[in-house]
């Protein structure tokens, strides 16, 4: 087993190796907390599932509470075609908001390329892509420029959290 005085980096990470004799006291009670340690980080890690339906996605934001965690949530969106210069607008479908802790996508032009959303052009305001919630619609809206290239498909992905912990 390793050990690193650098705390972050340390914490939610297994020891490679635990070597206990079974017939050496305390066995039970070491290979108990073992285990423990074992599920408590890997419930705690970040999950890899992308779904058009809401998720939890295993992130642990702060609270005002020592060592409680608010948990975080995850939705994909499949778009399809978007207009230049317009703006497509869809429900988020988000009950009990409280925060996005990330918002961003990817999108495939008729160019053809692909893009990330937002989209800051380096040669012309007009060609930016840009991604935000509407609070009082509770919709979300991707603007696209007035020449910026038209927008075959994309993937929006919004992280939050909600209002109760």
Known sequence: MSFSSDQPLTSNQLP????IPPDQEGFQEISSLFLKRVANIMNTKQGGLYDTQEVADFQQFFTNTPFQFRPGYRQVYNIG???KGTTFTFPANISDLYQFTNMYGTCVTDIPDSRPIPYSSVNAVTENISLRYNSGTTNLEISVGATSPNIVSALIIVEYLKQSP
Request: aromatic share 0%; hydrophobic share 70%.
């Open 81 to 83: 075609a978007i207009a």
């Open 16 to 19: 490679i190796s635990l070597e």
